[in-house]
């Protein structure tokens, strides 16, 4: 059984290379940083501007010291937009930049307007997939989530891990993609009263 804990800000750094190496093969993280050298290099700042606020707010869900990492961003804290976007800028081939544009506006169409949590981010190491791990932190954060009764938004961009949401009662409300991005499906879990 995993040991699930929050990730302090000082660990931030270190827990932020599990979620890199957990993105090492997902479609869209790839897509967007296709060139290994890169991603390995820099991705860790894209993924600190997308979920690393979870670290501040005792809302970063670790799974054995650092073997699965979920960073959960309450209601009122937001990704780092203005980051995300300059780092991407910097990141994404030339060729790409314009559909990394559109593919940001769509995700904005289906984000939740009222009050949420959100999940940008949430992996494991490699060499402990497939030993329940994400499912012992998707546990931990919806008794966090069940417990202030509001709803739950994410975007599952490794269609390999949609059952693990639905099992959470997430619904797919639509698919995201651009002319050549992998798709992207948004899913709403409706706050408990």
Excluded: C
């Amino acid at each position: 059984m995993a040991k699930i804990t929050i990730g302090r800000p000082e660990d931030k750094a270190r827990l932020l290379q599990t979620i890199v190496l957990g993105f090492s093969a997902d479609p869209m993280a790839r897509w967007a940083s296709p060139d290994p050298a890169v991603y390995l290099d820099r991705r860790v700042e894209f993924f600190d501007a997308f979920g690393g606020a979870a670290f501040d707010h005792g809302t970063a869900f670790v799974a054995d010291d650092g073997a699965a990492v979920a960073t959960w961003l309450p209601p009122g804290v937001e990704a780092d937009g203005e980051r995300m976007a300059a780092i991407m800028d910097e990141q994404t081939p030339e060729h790409r930049k314009a559909e990394m544009d559109a593919l940001f506006a769509k995700m904005a169409e289906f984000h939740l307007e009222e009050p949420h949590w959100y999940l940008p981010l949430i992996a494991a190491d490699p060499a402990r997939q497939g030993e329940g791990l994400g499912t012992a932190l998707m546990e931990a954060a919806i008794r966090r989530i069940d417990a202030d009764g509001r709803p739950a938004y994410l975007e599952s961009s490794n269609p390999r891990n949609i059952s693990l949401y639905e099992r959470f009662g997430f619904q797919r409300i639509g698919e995201i993609r651009t002319e050549t991005s992998p798709v992207q499906t948004p899913m709403v879990r409706r706050g408990r009263a």
